[in-house]
């Protein structure tokens, strides 16, 4: 079996760990973790496999030097462009996202995923088709969202985890595999790029729904919320119910045995807050609580 490799480099040195066969790769960007490490692997170990930095898949040029090295699987791991169907008639594929699809297709699902305080996502290798993330599923790892985890952490991890479960499962191909595919079922939900003008605080909302948002947000693009004249960036707190809140109005700061909470629209709760940025300022919750006092 020959793979041609389309993605990010942790993708490509799962499948050099397991033994595939690269016949080329093609970087949706530069760098990237395992960046060096790929381009040293391929230099010592496979002198000669071509690569290609962000090409123009749809040129018939490239299409033909793609062609040149005698495909006969893709493999896409984070790729950050739709394939276009010239690319993928060189050889069947498969694709590697982080959901549990068909929730969540696009190329932001750890932030949608915290945004609705969901427990468990997925990796899903998938056939390559021409749409975005619509493929028959090959393989699916559940994944626990762990309730501490931000946005970006998950996000991380996942890259992570997708790699191996990708290199995995190309390797058990070349190995003799047959496998098997499942229709997506049900309806989809689609994960689009945040934009950081959509992550303000709304403290009308629960204080749970609140940290979804602080979460799912962290560390980029950072959820705000103004605070007297200047704005301020929530990094990290905790949902806290007690009943010294009820009377508070909405949206109040308070302080309480030393820490600093914004009320919330629940009956009796608010959102500590633990780590902030007020303007230029990086602080804790208590720091920003002394010059509330």
């Known amino acids: 079996m020959r793979v041609l490799y389309l993605g990010d480099p942790r993708g490509a040195l799962a499948l050099l760990d397991r033994g595939v066969t690269l016949c080329g790769v093609v970087h949706g960007r530069r760098g990237g973790p395992g960046w060096r490490r790929l381009l040293t692997r391929l230099r010592d170990e496979h ?3 071509p690569r290609w930095l962000r090409p123009d898949l749809s040129a018939p040029e490239v299409v033909s030097a793609l062609a040149a090295t005698a495909p006969t699987l893709l493999a896409s791991g984070f790729y950050p462009r739709v394939i276009p169907p010239a ?3 060189l050889a069947p594929g498969y694709n590697v996202h982080p959901s549990d699809l068909p929730r969540w297709r ?3 699902p750890s932030y949608w995923v915290i945004r609705s305080g969901e427990s468990t996502t997925a990796i899903c290798v998938h ?5 975005l993330d619509e493929g028959d599923i090959a393989r699916r790892v559940e994944v626990p969202v762990r309730w501490w985890e931000s946005g970006g952490a998950l996000a991380a991890r996942l890259e992570r985890e997708a790699a191996e479960v990708l290199g995995a499962f190309i390797a058990e191909l070349a190995g003799g595999l047959a496998p098997t595919l499942t229709p997506q079922r049900g309806a989809p939900t689609w994960a689009p790029l945040v934009d950081p003008d959509d992550v303000e605080i709304d ?3 629960s204080a749970l729904e609140v940290s979804c948002l602080v979460r799912a947000a962290s560390p980029q693009p950072g ?4 605070i007297g004249s200047e704005l301020m960036v929530v990094l990290r707190g905790l949902p806290v119910e007690d009943e010294r809140f009820a009377p508070v109005p909405t949206g109040s700061p308070v302080l309480l045995d030393e820490e600093c909470y914004i009320r919330c629209g629940g009956a009796r709760d608010a959102y500590r807050l633990d780590r902030v940025r007020v303007g230029r300022r990086e602080m804790t919750g208590r720091e920003l609580g002394a010059l509330l006092s």
Do not use: Q
């Not at 056939?127 to 749409?131: D, H, I, V, Y």
């Not at 959820?223 to 103004?226: L, R």
């Open 223 to 226: 959820a705000f919320s103004g």
């Open 106 to 108: 696009g190329p932001d």
């Open 127 to 131: 056939a390559l088709t021409e749409r």
């Open 47 to 49: 002198p000669g496999v």
């Open 87 to 89: 690319a993928l008639a």
């Open 203 to 205: 403290w009308s909302w």
